[in-house]
């Protein structure tokens, strides 16, 4: 491709979204590119918690400001990602006086509207919480949705003429004459949307400008071009719980810790989290002491999680930067603010910028941060207005209301379907009448998961994030198979089930972390449903090979069925009638003929 | 044994001053329990407005009496859930003890774990009799965990669908994992009617009729055969489904000329005393307005045994107040049934329904609904009439001595799914199966279709109609002409469908005893 497009932006999770949003509504000619899906990094691999300020009240009123202002702006912008929740700072007997005056005055201090209430009270708001916690701060904590937030922003970009490619990461980066130029990325499966089983190719993509938004991976797009980025990987460990056991966000009151966050989302809980140093971003062990860390600790603030189901844990990596020298030793003090690196000015690299750090919830300041930087560097006159201009499903937020009674949906459905859509709701519903649930946990609908397959392709890991299918109590045992099915009419039999096994493997990999109690009976009813009922650990379909179906049987009365003498032969013709069981030995064996091909041949 | 005779006129006006002060009442008497602790506020909330310490220490004198302090005679009554009733500090409380019941302010109930109980199986949707004919009806796994696990602080909408659920509670039964599914449709239900049904609708008007039944058949008692003679005349009935919805199809049932407590008045109460062997019975509504022959025969079979029978002042007992979402009509009987019933269990007696869908109430809905002093107690003392006997009696060898009825018997017998639901489906099969001169035959594990007052709705009828459509098969294809079962609305369902006379198995036992 040899014409130049303004700006590319590298990663595609909350901070490369908001990129690319702003650069395009100000008219510059965008491409986002993404190794992954969209939030596949560390946006995706985190709990949700949009911030208040609360958090950084004491220990960096900077980052407090900038939460507690974006917090607003968000709320507007994006009402359909953000579930106003409100939070607590709630301390125990044991946590320090001090220190909760001190996150008191720091939240005076920045502006955030704080209140202190008692014990009582705060069980009154949060009946589960446990009965010593003294007292509480409640502040403006909410709950956004990053996928949502992320596809939001991207699908706003491309409507203001961005081009977004997912699974296409960057293989190069251009570097002509002392200067970035633009970078090589590797279409998995082709350009667009992803299809499975279509043919990679790899495309060069020339730009002025490229921004490297890769948070905790800034370091490998920074070694391509020849730079150093020095960021520390830092990974946390979230926990999810099946149920909300608080409506919510409670922080531990105390300096800094492990395990002191519970963060209500949509309709589960996520507990949260650890600190440590890792080297890779994408190699890390996930250890089974943090899950039992998180339920240990937190069930001090609620007791009721100690016994309550867990659906997975998942582990995420923040992109923590510090700048060369500093040399913090722990990795829990390390700033959370954001830097942005010019190359040229730093490394004598024009033509590209990095940011790095920085968290979810000031993602649109980062991205209007940058966004100046890179008008000013190319020299175009355009102002930002992405803290006024709403999402896409967040222009008409009063409309989410009036679709309950329009769509004939049962009424929590309804509701939850509402809120994952906002304003796009009358013409995603539309489409479809009737409109049967086809993910029963999160109660997503045809409707849903086809405007999803609409953008996303085959890439059911993509449709999942868009609507939150496969997400619930049952992980995936009973919808995966039929969220694959909607791919059915448009795309062929092996694209489904590659796309169904993938989106299937995605979801054991969290419940990995998650096998005791009820999730364990859940899993192993997924595995026999799906490995028996439905044959997928011995699909014919899935063998290389065609399948020898005379060994099977040959028919009733066949004189060479199985080839064995007559005995054989009449047994077979048992099989042959009551599904091709040899009944002389089902009472030995459990129901198969073993060593017998006509039972358990062309495996 | 004259101490509970009195008809429950008496028991009524008094009970009615009581909910004129519901939350503040006076001094209660003894073995009364307090307000029920599900009007009271939860525990952790500020002890304002709450029955003071004295009050409610007097209420539990006889039990301080007889032995423990306070807390932990309260504790063997409500499941060892302590409440804020009697000044408790709640710091003190165990932790481990969470009652869902105790959890939230207002009195709802808290059943999300509930939904950490469930991994989807389905079982619950095939055992259901409303979906399997009602393709509509989304089925008890949405109607209980999936709606609870949506279900947001500050959600109030519960999917109108909850009013299809019959309220057979057969999903209790099918589900491998305890999920307590009828007590997610009972408070689901309850919600729906309170916050989202119009009360000035016919359905709710109709609802509200058809639950109270005790009310109406005690005014339609005072004159039973004009009541038994207008309810069912042919214009009237048109009226009554086109105003009321309820189908002309059904018969009503008659009225009896004299109550079950009428005669057990005249009678002179209990010809049998016995402080060891005492049982109190609930007779429900129906045996006392409209089969009083069936209490009739519950009294000579125990006398036959000899036991003393009370007979303590009741209502009913919310059974199909549950089933159309009257929480609060329920919880106002269950007042009166509680304090009744405990008092009798503290003078030794067991309690004995002849309704299995009353017993069912007694043990299973009371105590996961409402929080009532003494109400555990009560669930545990409670038994079905022939599973008593079964256990306590040597019953089959008391049969075979009795030599069977004068004459032959062959029954057609119904297995109502409340019965089935505590595990009593086969013990009317099993208790005449070497009776001479008696068959009873099974005629299936399907439910009626009529689950109380599920099929009085003119727009269920022809689904209750469906469901019950294997039964009367089964019904024609037995050997019997006479139907029997020992739930009263099953009885009208078996009846309407073939035209059978249906007997209950009380009174084939009165028979074969010669009682």
């Avoid at chain 1, 220190?99 to 005076?108: A, H, V």
């Amino acid at each position: 491709m040899d014409r130049q497009v303004d700006v590319v932006v590298v990663g595609g999770g909350s901070t490369g979204c908001g990129v690319v949003r702003d650069l395009a509504r100000r008219g510059l000619d965008t491409v986002l590119v993404e190794k992954g899906n969209l939030t596949h990094g560390t946006t995706g691999r985190m709990h949700g918690l949009l911030h208040s300020g609360g958090r950084y009240a004491v220990s960096d009123q900077k980052s407090a400001e900038e939460c507690i202002e974006e917090n607003m702006v968000l709320r507007d912008i994006a009402a359909h990602c953000v579930e106003e929740t409100g939070g607590l700072f709630v301390k125990r007997p044991e946590d320090s006086e001090e220190y909760f005056q001190e996150k008191l005055e720091g939240c005076r201090a920045c502006d955030i509207p704080a209140e202190v209430i008692d014990g009582e009270e705060a069980r009154r708001r949060e009946p589960y919480l446990a009965r010593d916690v003294e007292k509480a701060i409640a502040l403006p904590d909410g709950a956004v949705d990053p996928f949502r937030l992320c596809v939001s922003n991207a699908a706003d970009a491309r409507e203001h003429g961005a081009r977004i490619e997912t699974h296409a990461p960057v293989t190069d980066v251009l570097v002509e004459d002392g200067e970035v130029v633009g970078v090589e990325i590797e279409h998995e499966t082709g350009p667009g949307k992803r299809v499975h089983r279509e043919p990679g190719t790899t495309e060069e993509i020339r730009a002025r400008h490229v921004v490297n938004a890769t948070g905790a991976w800034a370091g490998n797009i920074g070694e391509m071009a020849g730079v150093d980025v020095e960021v520390r990987p830092s990974k946390g460990v979230m926990t999810v719980m099946n149920t909300r056991q608080v409506d919510t966000v409670i922080n531990r009151c105390r300096p800094k810790g492990d395990a002191d966050i519970i963060v209500p989302h949509e309709t589960a809980c996520i507990l949260g989290t650890t600190d440590e140093e890792v080297d890779d971003p994408e190699d890390y062990p996930e250890e089974d002491w943090e899950v039992d860390l998180m339920i240990e600790t937190l069930s001090e603030l609620v007791p009721a999680l100690e016994d309550a189901r867990t659906l997975r844990s998942f582990w995420g990596v923040r992109p923590l930067y510090e700048p060369p020298g500093t040399g913090t030793e722990d990795p829990t003090d390390i700033t959370r603010d954001y830097f942005l690196l010019d190359h040229g000015d730093r490394d004598d690299l024009p033509g590209m910028t990095t940011i790095v750090g920085g968290k979810l919830t000031t993602y649109r300041m980062m991205a209007e941060s940058i966004s100046d930087h890179v008008c000013e560097t190319l020299g175009h006159e355009a102002t930002c207005d992405t803290a006024d201009a709403p999402l896409p499903g967040s222009e008409n937020p009063a409309r989410m209301e009036e679709l309950m009674d329009e769509f004939g949906l049962r009424s929590p459905v309804a509701r939850r379907s509402g809120q994952r859509l906002g304003s796009r709701a009358d013409d995603v519903l539309d489409e479809y009448d009737p409109n049967p649930i086809v993910c029963n946990c999160e109660s997503v609908t045809r409707a849903e998961v086809q405007d999803a397959v609409d953008e996303a392709g085959s890439d059911l890991n993509a449709v999942r994030l868009r609507t939150r299918a496969s997400m619930g109590n049952c992980q995936g045992g009973f919808c995966t198979h039929r969220i694959a099915s909607e791919l059915a009419q448009e795309y062929p039999e092996p694209v489904v089930r590659d796309a169904e096994d993938e989106l299937y493997q995605e979801r054991w990999k969290g419940q990995r972390h998650a096998l005791w109690g009820e999730q364990l009976s859940q899993a192993m009813l997924n595995h026999m449903l799906h490995a028996t009922t439905m044959n997928r650990d011995g699909d014919p379909a899935n063998l290389d090979e065609s399948v020898d179906f005379d060994a099977f049987d040959a028919g009733a009365g066949s004189p060479d069925a199985s080839g064995s003498g007559s005995d054989e032969a009449g047994s077979t013709g048992t099989a042959a009638a009551d599904g091709g069981r040899a009944t002389g030995d089902a009472s030995a064996d459990g129901g198969r003929a073993t060593g017998d091909a006509t039972a358990d041949g062309g495996r | 044994m004259t101490r509970h005779t009195d008809d429950d006129g008496s028991a009524e006006e008094s009970s009615e001053d009581d909910r004129g002060n519901g939350r503040g009442r006076g001094e209660p008497a003894p073995g009364v329990p307090e307000a029920g602790r599900d009007e009271q506020p939860s525990i952790f909330v500020p002890d304002d407005g709450e029955v003071p310490e004295s009050d409610a220490v007097g209420a539990r004198d006889s039990e301080a009496a007889a032995g423990g302090d306070d807390a932990a005679a309260r504790a063997a009554t409500d499941g060892g859930v302590e409440s804020a009733t009697g000044g408790t500090d709640s710091t003190d409380l165990d932790p481990d003890a969470y009652d869902p019941v105790d959890v939230f302010p207002g009195g709802d109930l808290d059943l999300r774990e509930g939904a950490d109980s469930c991994y989807k199986c389905t079982s619950c949707d095939t055992s259901c009799p409303v979906a399997e004919v009602d393709d509509e009806f989304p089925g008890p796994k949405f109607q209980g965990p999936e709606q609870w696990r949506l279900k947001r602080k500050g959600d109030h909408d519960i999917d109108e669908s909850i009013t299809s659920c019959s309220n057979c509670m057969r999903c209790d039964d099918a589900c491998p994992s305890s999920v307590p599914l009828s007590q997610m449709h009972n408070e689901a239900r309850g919600q729906f009617v309170e916050r989202q049904m119009e009360k000035l609708s016919v359905e709710y008007i109709r609802n509200r009729l058809l639950a109270n039944y005790r009310t109406s058949a005690r005014l339609a008692s005072m004159f039973p055969r004009t009541a038994s003679f207008a309810m069912n005349f042919g214009p009237a009935r048109w009226a009554m489904e086109k105003v009321m919805g309820i189908p002309k199809e059904r018969d009503f049932p008659e009225f009896a000329t004299e109550t079950f407590r009428e005669w057990w008045k005249a009678r002179g109460g209990a010809k049998v005393e016995n402080p060891d062997k005492r049982v109190a019975y609930f007779h429900g509504c129906y045996s006392n307005y409209n089969t009083p022959e069936v209490g009739k025969a519950m009294v000579r079979v125990y006398e036959h045994f000899g036991y003393e029978v009370m007979v303590p002042p009741q209502k009913c007992s919310g059974t199909p107040m549950f089933a159309n979402g009257m929480l609060d009509d329920a919880r106002r009987h269950a007042e009166t049934n509680v304090e009744n019933l405990v008092e009798a269990i503290g003078e030794g007696a067991d309690v004995i329904a002849s309704c299995t869908s009353c017993s069912m109430s007694l043990r299973q809905e009371y105590p996961e609904l409402f929080d009532l002093h003494g109400i555990e107690d009560l669930a545990e003392h409670t038994f079905e009439a022939m599973e008593y006997l079964r256990i306590h009696e040597d019953l089959e060898g008391e049969l075979d001595a009795a030599g069977g009825p004068d004459e032959e018997r062959e029954l057609a017998y119904h297995a109502p799914c409340h019965a089935r639901n505590q595990g009593l489906a086969r013990q009317a099969v099993e208790t005449f199966r070497d009776v001479d001169g008696v068959t009873v035959e099974d005629v299936g594990d399907s439910c009626s279709g009529i689950s109380g007052t599920y099929g009085w709705k003119e727009e269920k009828y022809e689904k209750s109609m469906e469901i019950g459509e294997e039964m009367f098969e089964h019904m024609e294809d037995a050997e019997g002409d006479v139907g029997m079962t020992e739930c009263p609305t099953c009885a009208m369902q078996m009846e309407h469908g073939t035209g059978y006379e249906i007997e209950h198995p009380l009174q084939l036992l009165e028979d074969s005893l010669g009682a």
